[in-house]
Every structure is written in C-alpha cells, then in structure tokens.
C-alpha cells in the first residue's frame, strides 16, 4: 500500500473541470528493477495502470532470503495488500471523495497538486533531463532521493538503500480485469479502516 500511496502522491494530471487522469495514458505496464544496496539480486516490480490511474496494481517480488510476493491493488473503491506466501491480505475503503470529479475534495488536492508533490518537483530539486529507454525524464532530487519522471511517472528513483529502475514499459496494454483483483486462495482480513 505504501508503494501506491508513494506513486499517488505526487503525481497528478488533470485540471479541476476534467475527468481525473493521474496518467496521461490509458493503460500502461510498467516493470522495474529493484537492487538494494548490499545485495546483488535484483527484486522485480511490475506496476499495472488502467483508466489513466484509476486503477494500479503492483506485483513486487523479493528474490534475496527466500522469494517474497506482494500485490497492491488500489481501485476506486478500495485498496488491497496481499502477501502471496502467507496468503493472507487487508483492505480499506477508498474515502469517497478521492474520485470525485466535480468537488475535489482538499485531502486530494493536497496530494496530488500539495506540498508533497511540490517537495519534490520544482525549480529548486530540478537537476536537469535524462532518456530513459527512449522517454524523456526530468531529474528532481530532495531528501527522498532522486527522481527521474516522464509524463507523472517515476522511470527511476536513487535512495539511500536501493535503486529502482525502469525495464520495460508497454503503452495501451492490455489489462486483464482480474489483475485487480485478489488472487484465489488469499483469505483478507476485514476492513481496517
């Protein structure tokens, strides 16, 4: 959850009359590399995107210590994490005013156009431009690391303790509704909150 809340707090691409679009793109695959810093073996993440943002799932797979697994779905109406091993998962209820079109609500507001995303791209973190397999990223850095975005996604993100970065990426996928949707077999814990 935390990795979709991440993703979510900066980016944004709509103005306040249009439909919500976090993305510029419809649907989008997007799969990364993840090294942490003391291990060579490289972790795979795989961000799925549907309906400009609307809906996410990343599939996160861990190889060093034993494979780990985790999904994080994150629709309109709610938001799942599930730990493939265990099989066992959570989910929360999106608050309501997250979607809505016509009255954005403040808490939205605040991550999407607020001092989150602006902690991280301005003038003052700006640090110049960069291709990523093709895409034309701007480099931002701040006490979170440094970022590279092309059109509101992070292609490549240096922290203290690990890299992550962009591999592959498959514009107007297609997206099998399953894929945001819990996996069979993984017993979910009532809402939290």
Known sequence: MVKIALLIFFLGAFGENEPLKIFPFESTVVEYEVIYQGDSTPSKRTLYISDCGRKLCMDYRIFSGGEKHFIYIFTEEESFSVNTRTKYGVKRKNPPELFDEEVLSEWFREIVYGKRKKRIMNDKNYKGSEKILGKDCEIYENEDGRFWI??????????ENRVETVKNIQIDASIPPERYKIPKGVWVLPKIF
Do not use: A, V
């Open 150 to 159: 092309w059109d509101n996604l992070i292609l490549k993100w240096e922290r």
